[in-house]
């Protein structure tokens, strides 16, 4: 079994791709739907031919601050005694995770545990180019900076763009610039920040307008959910770090953020509380998966959010 957590979703994704070999029989389950006694009577089923199985468990938020059953983690901890050798459980979680916890430190003995933390600037730059290399595209790098900076370096935004970029193209040849201004909006940067400002800051009806205009730029809804998640998420730490004595050269250097950007989170953050915070978090990542399993237009799911917010 393995434990993943960290902040990004394509980092997870990339790490789940090291575990499962090609053309594995790959099952994926969902915590926030399903429980755990699901996911042990998945494991400890065994077919006829016994053939190896892979099972991705998103939202295992039970290992950190999520709350599970005691009869379900009961069930976890006989199954971690008495495993079945023909499947592999990967769980995920987007949070951080308590290693006080007993589950948690039981896990931590016996199995593997991948901590994926945020990556610096220069480490998303050599990612990204890695990324771009690998689907045989060239780039330089200076262009390649001007899509971090309009992703504000976030990385599962910049893979994103990235990808819109490859099938624009359709075959591999090098990335210009001028596709790239035509592709990810020179008005993204600025007109995101905007956006996320005002909703964090609940201004809606100007985060009402400015999504109009990034609607017309064709900016897709996923990224701009993305980026609440992450400011929010910034916003939340910040607070935590602050309401425990941390000062704020501390708080800059513990989330890699710079004076102005603290002072922007923590102003933000007085117009909420910390389960609120957590609340829109928690939404957020419940959005996402209904989302990618076609359950939710991303649309729709942007305008919820708003009205969520202003409620």
């Known amino acids: 079994m393995y434990l993943i957590y960290g902040e990004s979703y394509q980092l ?4 789940i791709k090291k575990i499962i070999p090609n053309d594995s029989n790959v099952i994926t389950m969902d915590l926030a739907i399903l429980s755990l006694a699901d996911v042990i ?28 059953k005691e009869n379900e983690i009961n069930l976890l901890l006989n199954y971690i005694d008495h495993p079945i050798q023909e499947s592999t459980i990967i769980f995920c979680t987007y949070n951080k995770i308590d290693f ?8 931590k003995e016996k199995f593997k545990i991948i901590a994926l933390d945020n ?25 390649l900076q001007y899509i971090l900076n309009a992703c504000q ?24 610039e001028s596709d790239v201004f035509a592709i990810v909006s020179q008005n993204m940067e600025d007109n995101n920040f905007k956006f996320v400002e005002a909703v964090v800051t609940k201004k809606i009806s100007t985060a009402v307008k400015i999504l109009a205009d990034l609607t017309a730029l064709k900016v897709d809804a996923i990224s701009l959910l993305m980026l609440l998640a992450r400011e929010y998420r910034l916003m939340y730490s910040a607070t935590f770090l602050y309401s425990n004595g941390y000062r704020k050269n501390q708080i800059c250097q513990e989330l890699e953020l710079r004076d102005w950007q603290v002072d922007k989170l923590l102003k933000s953050a007085n ?24 359950k939710l237009d991303k649309d729709l799911a942007l305008k919820e959010f708003l009205m969520l917010v202003v409620a």
């Open 41 to 68: 009577t998945e494991a400890s089923y065994v077919s006829l031919f016994a053939e190896k199985k892979y099972i991705i468990v998103k939202n295992a938020d039970f290992f950190g601050s999520g709350k599970e």
């Open 153 to 176: 370096n976030h990385y599962d935004l910049i893979y994103n763009e990235l990808n819109k970029l490859f099938l624009y193209y359709g075959k591999p040849e090098e990335i210009k």
């Open 100 to 107: 006080r916890k007993k589950i948690t430190k039981i896990f």
């Open 271 to 294: 117009l909420y509380d910390l389960s609120n915070m957590a609340f829109y978090l928690k939404t957020l990542a419940q959005y996402d998966y209904q989302i990618k399993s076609g």
């Open 12 to 15: 997870i994704a990339d790490e």
């Open 119 to 143: 990556l610096s600037n220069d480490a998303i730059l050599d990612k990204a180019l890695e990324y771009v290399k690998s689907n045989k595209f060239k780039i330089s790098k200076e262009i």
